[in-house]
């Protein structure tokens, strides 16, 4: 993990833990640390600018920390890309077309939103299970449940309203002139989704799939039931942190805490600059 800094906007998610926050005065660094040539471990490092001394620095180990980190990483990247695409698919078809039964499915999709995420996991492990529904038709080589693949299935299922609830609306004002436009001059159905309908739909796209970023990445109710919580296989930073804290080791969940509340800062900072010019370049195309 690169170092990086975060000014002092941030200092007050110190006070999730024990480690003191210095106001305006301190900076939190996230980086590498090698006690000797065995490896490195990484480290969150809290500087008081004030005295130039280093203020705090909680360990993150070797062996679950950076997985923990990983694993949360590498399934909601996952999950954002099918949500982004299929909802993509859904709110054009949704949007476009007008057939029996459109309004149940625009109510199937929105209901994750409305139901407890534990409900979700609970119904995901009843149907993808050993003993589910789908669960027992596969068999034990295909199963899923307590293997990161149910991870990206829980993210999926609980963030992809997000994703297709930006992109429809975009969908349901745009103006059809140029894709008509596009259609009298030989333009095939494609070639102006990819030309014209798409270019119009960068600021919604890069919108949900950063919201559905960091609604997975954070995501806990529901994979703590399908992954099984193992730590070092299955076991992701939000599950980290409540593993943590129920041991007691209050400085080791704050440290993953405190990497989880940067990341969402640096998502919902590029969310906020770079949707207007997305936009902006939308209009001009």
């Known amino acids: 993990m690169r170092p990086g800094v975060i000014a002092s906007a941030l200092a007050g998610v110190l006070t999730l833990g024990a480690v003191p926050a210095h106001a305006a ?7 590498p640390s090698c006690q000797d040539t065995a490896g490195c471990s990484t480290s969150v490092l809290v500087y008081d600018a004030s005295t130039g001394g280093r203020a705090a620095s909680i360990p993150l180990p070797a062996d679950t920390n950076p ?5 949360s990483l590498v399934t909601s990247f996952w999950a954002t890309v099918f949500n982004v695409v299929f909802g993509l698919f859904a709110a054009y078809v949704l949007s476009r077309y007008d057939f029996w039964g459109r309004n149940a499915v625009i109510v199937t999709i929105s209901l994750p939103t409305a139901i407890p995420t534990a409900v979700a996991g609970f119904a995901l492990l009843l149907l993808w299970g050993p003993y589910g529904t789908l669960g027992r038709l596969i068999g034990q080589s295909g199963q899923i ?11 999926i299922f609980v963030t992809f309203p997000l994703a297709f609830g930006v992109i429809k609306p975009v969908f349901d004002t745009m103006s059809r002139s140029l894709e008509e436009a596009s259609a009298t001059i030989g333009a095939t ?3 102006t989704f990819w030309h014209v309908t798409l ?4 600021g919604a796209i890069v919108t949900g799939a950063l919201l559905t970023f960091a609604r ?5 109710g529901s994979t703590i039931l399908v ?3 193992l730590a ?17 080791q209050i400085e080791a969940a704050n440290a993953i805490a405190i990497v989880l509340a940067l990341l969402s800062f640096v998502i919902f900072s590029v969310l906020f600059f770079a949707r207007d010019w997305l936009e902006f370049e939308a209009q001009d195309v």
């Open 216 to 220: 997975a990445v954070g995501e806990f």
């Open 189 to 191: 159905r494609w070639q």
């Open 25 to 31: 005065q301190s900076f939190i660094y996230v980086a």
């Open 67 to 71: 997985f923990a980190l990983k694993l």
């Open 145 to 155: 449940m307590f293997t990161p693949y149910a991870i990206i299935l829980a993210n």
């Open 227 to 229: 992954s099984g919580n």
């Open 232 to 248: 070092g296989r299955t076991q992701t930073a939000p599950l980290y942190i409540f593993a943590k804290f129920n041991e007691g």
């Open 199 to 202: 270019p119009s739909l960068r």
